[in-house]
């Protein structure tokens, strides 16, 4: 507390004792030389116009009795003192310009309220310029204030705005959370548990969005905040003066947004109040700028370089979902970090404001960062995905769930022709399970699966599937099934046209890749299925089926599988034994002599 | 067909759309937008206030006429022969004159006379616009009429927004440029020192085969135990100088590296910048306005940091038309580029501040860490 406080005093205290001294050195500077500089020029305009009536004079004394008529007299002397009433126009102009506002009944000096309102709109860099220093000395030093008074200005003044804003957003959550409590109460709905956390699990990702965009500053709300002050300053500042109501309100916000002409000046009464309202009409525009400049800037950046990719439509769904994205990512890393109840002024306006709920307030002060961000992941992607088998007019997929911390998984599949650019993306959602058959597809294609996890945080990433599809007279749905390590099962479907009786099919198959059609093996079968026993261990076999129909003609040839045999397996009773030991024992008995010893030998020490 | 036509109708403007936002968000567009803002500013304010202008120039000018007039017609009924008594009531028309004079430059005369000379010109209303939406403010030209006025706050309400942005994003860009010259110009000295380094490598090479030569005639001659002594002294002098240059040469290219990787410019020479762009708008000003040296950096300081008294400005005296009118458009560009040079400066000396006190903040950790 006395640290967090003690910077902004310290920074208001320097700058408050910066601006003082600035005024006393100008007054010092510069207080004798402009009643000096006013008497200079005035007196400048009255020789001027002394001149003017002399030349008047001789002039008119000279060309008298040159022309009888009074006009053209009159007329003569004029074009010759053209010049002279320039000259005379110009020193008033100049006196005006270098003295501005100098020669009204209450014109500006270099008192002390003067000079601190001259320090401090200089230091914002309002510059007014009712007074300006104009001495050799004032300048030089106008110009080292500014060097160390503005960098010093700008931060103390970024603070104080920073503090402000900080402050409205913590009024804006509170009124929003006595909004909800009241929408609550009023519904009849039991009150919220205060150890509850504040996004539920169960919550719809709407709902926490509906309430990221309340918690966030709106930027309408920053503006409009200014802009009333603006006119309730203008309205105040205008009660001592003669001004219009326009007129005020065109020097509060020139003010207000330093830009400072000087055209329209206050009257010395009403230096301090429009001081104040000046000082802090800017603190509120820097912090205007500051925190739509934060939110936005990145935005108009974003928009300006992602608006070159292609596809539009997908651009701007992807926009809206990186916002949202973005939105809730800010608000957790603000509430996370405790920036708005960690502040220990925060906590004791909260404590000021509800004693009574101290002890809730404190449950859910900081919410658990780890838990909070693991709990709210998309699932992985769905591993093992394959094409199980495929037919004229439908598709089987399966794979394997993907971890997620969320139980409740559905899948999505996307997919479409692939060879055909401008083919309809259909899409199925909401698939439970891990396998499914997709229908209504073209035979003799070749399709482009697309098979996302989701849960109700978002959505992973995407695997690929390629698949044909068979043709219709061939036989569908061909599964190839290892029983044993080298027996492999087959069955399928009959097709689907069943204007052609089958009388039987027959099966390629071969060992050999690189062989031809014509090089395969070919056995006949009756039924739908087949069993190839005693094949090669650890090689890839090749198979593909047709009918043959009663009339003597046959189908197209259905789409190939490849399948792999396991490696050679090992019989159990094999491991550890050795025909050795049979061998040892016959030697062993042959070399009984009469120095043999009587015990038999032990073998170990028969290898030595 | 009439799908596939329509639905490229559609895509085809979408396009249009999108390159024509891309190009007004990126640097080019964002510069455009500024000086087009500022021209539009330009027209309507000198639309806007041109007339009033003039009305208060012929304000002035019947004041004049009225006065001279009414100066001749009190002659005439007074005895014409008496000087003091005509002088003093003309001297006292002449006063009644100044108070109207003073009057009307409160209202926006400028001391010149209608139709020679005009103060709401196009480029000075250009001036007028670029000074409010920089903030700058002078006051010696302002809106003077009620639409004026209003015009003026919205102008600059949506126009100071649109500055910032602006020189946020050329002081960003104008930062890279100047990061990378300065890069450039680290990699040139190093190379410099580099290729002296290796010149003198080759000079001791050089001497060291003249000393072995020698050593190499004089063994014919001499004891062969000295011989051995002397060869083995000149052959380990050879290896320590040829390993200090190589070291040296070593010790370039790391310090190299180590200032190019960290990549800051230093504050002093941003400095240097920013006052090498003061001094050269204070001598064009010098040259131009008979200012003093003072006079004219006060001018410039006071104009670049956005203070802007208004009690300096250029082309005040009542000189040549096409003159002053270049004066104005030389002085706009002047601001408008010190605005955006300024930007950059703040850009690099806020990273530098940055890395200084991160530094500290380091250093003053592990003096807590060494304390507990």
């Known amino acids: ?83 002279d009433f320039n000259d005379y126009v110009d020193t008033v102009f100049y ?320 997919y479409r022709l692939k060879h055909n650019e401008d083919a309809k993306v259909r899409e199925l959602r909401g698939i439970k399970g891990n396998t499914v058959e997709i229908m209504s597809v073209d035979s003799c294609s070749l399709y482009e699966f697309r098979i996302t996890a989701h849960n109700k945080f978002g959505e992973s990433k995407a695997v690929y599937l390629v698949q044909y599809t068979e043709p219709q007279l061939s036989p569908q749905h061909i599964l190839a099934t290892r029983l044993n390590a080298n027996t492999i099962e087959l069955t399928w479907e009959p097709p689907y046209k069943k204007s052609h009786e089958v009388k039987n099919y027959v099966v390629y198959f071969t060992e050999n890749p690189n062989a031809s059609l014509s090089e ?74 009469e120095t043999t010893a009587l015990l038999k030998r032990d073998y170990v020490s028969f290898a030595v | 067909m009439g799908r596939r036509h329509r639905r490229s109708k559609v895509t085809r403007v979408v396009n249009l759309v999108k390159k024509i936002i891309a190009f007004f968000f990126s640097h080019i567009g964002l510069c455009a937008l500024v000086v087009g803002y500022a021209l539009l500013g330009a027209v309507i304010f000198k639309a806007v206030e041109g007339p009033h202008e003039a009305e208060i120039q012929e304000l002035v000018k019947s004041a004049r006429e009225k006065a001279v007039d009414v100066v001749w017609n009190a002659t005439f009924r007074v005895n014409r022969l008496d000087s003091k008594q005509w002088k003093k009531t003309v001297l006292d028309e002449v006063k009644r004159f100044k108070t109207v004079c003073m009057l009307s430059i409160r209202k926006g005369y400028d001391g010149k006379e209608y139709g020679k000379q005009a103060q709401w010109t196009f480029t000075g209303a250009f001036l007028y616009s670029l000074t409010v939406i920089t903030t700058i403010g002078y006051g010696n030209t302002a809106a003077k009429t009620y639409i004026g006025k209003t015009l003026t706050m919205l102008y600059a309400i949506i126009g100071i927004p649109l500055m910032l942005l602006f020189l946020t994003n050329i002081g960003d860009v104008m930062a890279k440029i100047f990061r990378f010259l300065y890069a450039q110009s680290i990699r040139l000295k190093f190379r410099l020192i580099l290729w002296h380094k290796k010149r003198k490598a080759a000079k001791i090479r050089r001497a060291n085969s003249l000393v072995s030569r020698l050593t190499r005639g004089h063994r014919v001659k001499a004891d062969s135990s000295v011989d051995s002594f002397g060869l083995g002294a000149g052959a380990d002098v050879e290896d320590l100088l040829t390993a200090r240059v190589e070291m040296e040469q070593l010790e370039v290219r790391e310090t190299a590296a180590a200032q190019l990787e960290s990549m800051t410019v230093p504050i002093s020479l ?56 270049e004066k104005l458009v030389i002085t706009s560009i002047y601001l408008l580029f010190g605005m955006a040079l300024l930007a950059m400066c703040f850009n690099l000396a806020q990273e530098e501040v940055q890395n200084k006190t991160r530094w500290i903040a380091d250093k003053f950790r592990s003096k807590e860490d060494d304390d507990d």
């Open chain 2, 270 to 325: 941003v400095v240097f910048t920013m006052l090498g762009y003061l001094g050269v708008g204070t001598t064009i000003f010098k040259v131009w306005e008979g200012w003093t040296f003072l006079e004219s950096f006060y001018f410039c300081f006071i104009s670049l940091t956005t203070i802007g008294f208004g009690d300096k400005f250029p082309s005040t005296s009542v000189s040549n038309t096409d003159e002053a009118q």
């Open chain 1, 1 to 83: 507390m006395a640290r967090f406080l003690s910077l902004h005093v310290l920074l208001i205290g320097s700058v408050v004792l910066y601006i003082i001294l600035g005024a006393i050195v100008f007054q010092m500077l510069e207080g004798e030389h402009l009643d000096a500089l006013k008497k200079d020029h005035m007196a400048k305009i009255e020789q001027n116009a002394k001149d003017y009536v002399d030349k008047l004079w001789s002039v008119a004394k000279r060309d008298r009795d040159k022309y009888k008529n009074v006009e053209d007299l009159i007329k003569s002397v004029k074009e010759d003192t053209v010049d």
């Open chain 1, 95 to 414: 006196a005006h310009r270098a003295v501005r506002h100098g020669y009204d009944e209450d014109s500006p000096t270099w008192d002390f309220a003067n000079s601190v309102f001259f320090t401090t709109t200089m230091l914002t860099s309002i510059g007014y310029g009712y007074v300006a220093p104009s001495t050799f000395g004032g300048r030089l030093f106008g110009v080292i204030y500014c060097l160390i008074g503005i960098p010093l200005t700008l931060v103390t003044v970024a603070n104080v705005a920073k503090f402000l804003s900080e402050t409205i957003f913590f009024l804006h959550y509170e009124l929003w959370n006595k909004c909800l409590e009241w929408k609550r109460k009023r519904k009849g709905e039991v009150e919220a548990d205060p150890l509850q956390p504040m996004f539920g699990d169960d919550e719809n990702e709407e709902e926490i969005l509906d309430r990221v965009r309340l918690v966030r500053f709106p930027p309408l709300t920053v503006f409009f905040f200014v802009f009333v002050y603006g006119c309730i300053a203008a309205w105040v500042v205008r009660y001592w003066e003669t001004w219009t109501y326009v007129e005020s309100l065109y020097f509060i916000f020139i003010s207000i947004l330093t830009v400072g002409f000087g055209d329209i000046r206050p009257s010395p009464g009403n230096i301090w109040v429009t001081l104040a309202f000046v000082v802090v009409g800017v603190i509120l525009t820097t912090m205007c700028m500051d925190v739509v400049g934060r939110m936005y800037l990145k935005e108009i950046h974003y928009l300006g370089r992602k608006l070159k990719s292609s596809n539009p439509f997908y651009l701007l769904r992807e926009a809206k979902a990186r916002r949202r994205r973005a939105a809730m990512a800010s608000l957790l890393a603000q509430l996370a970090k405790g920036m708005i109840f960690a502040h220990k002024d925060y906590n004791e306006l909260a404590r000021k404001k509800s004693k009574r709920k101290k002890e809730k307030r404190r449950g859910s002060h900081v919410l658990p960062n780890e838990k909070f961000m693991f709990a709210r992941l998309p699932p992985d992607p769905p591993s093992d995905c394959q094409v199980v088998s495929t037919s004229a007019y439908s598709v089987r997929l399966a794979w394997a769930p993907p971890f997620s911390p969320d139980p409740d998984l559905t899948y999505n599949i996307r």
């Open chain 1, 520 to 593: 395969w093996e070919k056995i006949p079968v009756n039924g739908r299925r087949v069993v190839f026993p005693d094949l090669r261990f650890d090689w890839f076999y090749m198979f593909s089926a047709t009918a043959v129909f009663k009339d003597g003609q046959r189908s197209p040839l259905s789409r190939a599988l490849f399948i792999k045999t396991d490696k050679i397996e090992f019989h159990k009773h094999c491991v550890g034994h050795s025909k050795t030991i049979d061998v040892m024992d016959s030697i062993c008995e042959k070399e009984d002599n």
